[in-house]
């Protein structure tokens, strides 16, 4: 089993503010997914990463595939109260190509 | 915009009572799932089906677990005796295709077995 770790478990800042959450494995990924769950809501897909050292933008969202493929980060610019919630790394793996997440970080953007 | 639906929102049932959790998948998709994710924890993968049979199953989905799709547009999930710890947010997703597509899921239907 192909096990995620994400980093930090909680984060809070205030609003305006700059961080970077983490997805680790020890394994090497074909891709990666980033989600964003909201309370009492399904995951929503933000991004799909696949190549080696990718940077792909999302407005105020910067993700990045490192170069050997078994890591990845998530850089939110001048954070909002509405990106508020919990962000998931998953990696697609089977022959259905179901989802293996990780425990994901919480954040709280303070107004 | 297509999305996935399930019912109820939330269910509250008996333990070693059966349930059975209902969706919806996008109308063209190919792949549907089950996920869970207890209180505070993972969302874990239940299982997968395909072409009007299961794909693939983890661990966790043993005996007391199926699915079905009994007309075409419906995906359930049956547990037929409940036990406490089946207490959790249940979410059904749908995908397109086998490679990078994007997997839809529903808002998830809360079980709650006392």
């Known amino acids: 089993t192909q096990l995620l770790e994400q980093s930090p478990q909680f984060l809070s800042i205030q609003e305006g503010e700059n961080l970077t959450v983490y997805c680790n494995s020890s394994?090497?990924?074909?891709?990666l997914q980033w989600y964003r769950q909201e309370p009492g809501e399904g995951p929503v897909l933000l991004v799909t990463?696949?190549?080696?050292?990718e940077v792909k933008k999302l407005k105020r969202l910067t993700f990045q595939f490192g170069d050997a493929r078994k890591d990845s980060s998530l850089h939110i610019t001048a954070a909002q109260p509405g990106d508020t919630g919990l962000y998931l790394c998953?990696?697609?793996?089977?022959?259905?190509?179901?989802?293996?997440f990780g425990s994901g970080t919480q954040l709280t953007v303070l107004p | 915009e297509p999305e996935v639906t399930q019912t109820p929102s939330h269910q509250v049932t008996q333990m070693g009572q059966e349930v059975i959790l209902r969706c919806v998948p996008i109308?063209?998709?190919?792949?549907f799932y089950w996920y869970r994710q207890i209180l505070g924890q993972k969302v874990e993968f239940l299982v997968s089906?395909?072409?009007?049979?299961?794909?693939?199953k983890s661990e966790i989905f043993d005996d007391q677990f199926s699915v079905e799709r009994p007309d075409g547009s419906n995906f359930t999930l049956k547990i037929r005796s409940t036990k406490l710890e089946d207490s959790a947010m249940y979410f059904c997703?749908?995908?397109?295709?086998?490679?990078?597509?994007?997997?839809?899921f529903g808002q998830g239907t809360r079980l709650t077995v006392v």
């Open positions: 997703a749908s995908s397109q295709g086998q490679l990078v597509s994007e997997a839809f």
């Open positions: 394994s090497v990924f074909s891709s």
């Open positions: 990463v696949v190549t080696g050292g």
């Open positions: 998953a990696n697609r793996r089977g022959s259905a190509r179901q989802l293996t």
């Open positions: 109308s063209n998709h190919l792949y």
């Open positions: 089906f395909y072409n009007n049979e299961i794909s693939e």
